[in-house]
């Protein structure tokens, strides 16, 4: 058995004079979950189309658990499940009902359909409320609903296209306690996402920026293949204030505002503290804390993106 449950090599996908998705390779080993991290209009959506058959590639190749995704795109979506960051649910039909509908659609039924209905509404955490409307449940328990569905076949490999968007914290938390225990069946993932947290989770990723691939690899060697530079996290008062200082310095690769603390990327950003310090307190900014930290793969997206500047934007 091939050891890549998905193989793409130059994948383009064109509309018009607009070019969504240009050259695209990578692979996915089986049994892993596979990060795919851009923001919104990167080209992460229209990649994934692709790969589920529902768009026809303008140029290159991919295979999905080795069927090829334009000449055998019917039985790719026989192997797969997918999870849009819609959810795809009929909020008029109950939870129950929704999964005998998914199940039906899937080919599941009679006692394989009430054994997979059993495990998708235990693992969901859904017992006792399989007469519920859907629309009365709340994001999360939508999501873990939508993933039951997308799983009550057992398909050897998911898509989930920015699945936790718009969910709390709490939830997506949980959610990708359940994507672990499935990768630790032997279920391979393929999961898009904008948010830096959850990349953290996966075990290999590609970053995508105006359509291409700008760094792929595990995240821990991401970040020490792709990082220009150090990263010195400022806690300060007036943090406004402190970012328009810190660029008017012009000495920094990037001066970038994450949560409550300012991040400043330069190499030999040591040398820098004590001009750093002195800059802010003339302007009136009180400093807490300057840390040198290992940086995070949001501090190493930017960083790559900044070293592609020539990628034109999908947005």
């Known amino acids: 058995m091939n050891e890549y449950a998905v193989e793409v090599v130059s994948l ?15 692979h996915i080993k089986r049994g892993e979950i596979f990060g ?24 290159g190749h991919a295979a999905v658990l080795g ?26 039909l109950t939870v129950g009902e929704n999964l005998d509908f998914y199940g ?9 359909l009430r054994e997979r209905k059993k495990f998708a509404i235990q693992m969901a955490g859904l017992e006792g409320r399989e007469r519920e409307l859907t629309r009365n449940l709340s994001g999360g328990w ?8 997308a799983i009550l076949h057992e398909p050897e490999m998911l898509f989930l296209d920015e699945p936790t968007a718009g969910v709390d914290p709490i939830s997506r938390r949980a959610f990708w306690d359940l994507l672990y225990e ?40 991401i970040k020490l293949d792709k990082m220009r530079g150090q990263v010195l996290e400022i ?31 330069a190499g030999g950003i040591e040398s820098y503290m004590p001009r750093i310090a002195q800059a802010l307190t003339e302007a009136g900014v009180e400093v807490h804390t300057m840390d040198i930290i290992a940086p995070s793969l949001e501090d190493v997206f930017i960083s790559s993106v900044r070293n592609n500047k020539g990628l034109g934007s999908k947005e």
């Open 36 to 59: 795919f991290l851009g923001p919104n209009g990167a080209g992460k959506t229209t990649t994934i189309r692709m790969l589920l058959g529902l768009l026809r590639p303008t140029s």
């Open 235 to 265: 806690d300060c008062t007036q943090p406004d204030v402190a970012i328009g200082v810190l660029r008017e310095m012009g000495a920094f690769e990037e001066v970038a505002l994450y949560g409550a603390q300012i991040h400043v990327v």
């Open 104 to 112: 039906r659609t899937y080919g599941v039924r009679g006692q394989r």
């Open 182 to 221: 499935l990768a630790e069946g032997g279920t391979t993932i393929f999961v898009t996402t904008h948010y830096m947290d959850e990349a953290e989770h996966c075990q290999d990723l590609a970053f995508i920026h105006g359509g291409r691939i700008i760094a792929e690899g595990s995240p821990e060697d």
């Open 142 to 149: 939508k999501q873990r609903l939508a993933l039951g569905a």
């Open 67 to 92: 069927y090829d995704i334009v000449r055998q795109a019917e039985e790719v979506r026989k192997n797969i499940g997918y999870m849009s960051q819609r959810f795809s649910l009929y909020h008029d």
């Open 12 to 26: 383009t996908k064109r509309f018009g004079d607009f070019v969504a998705v240009d050259g695209v390779t990578f």
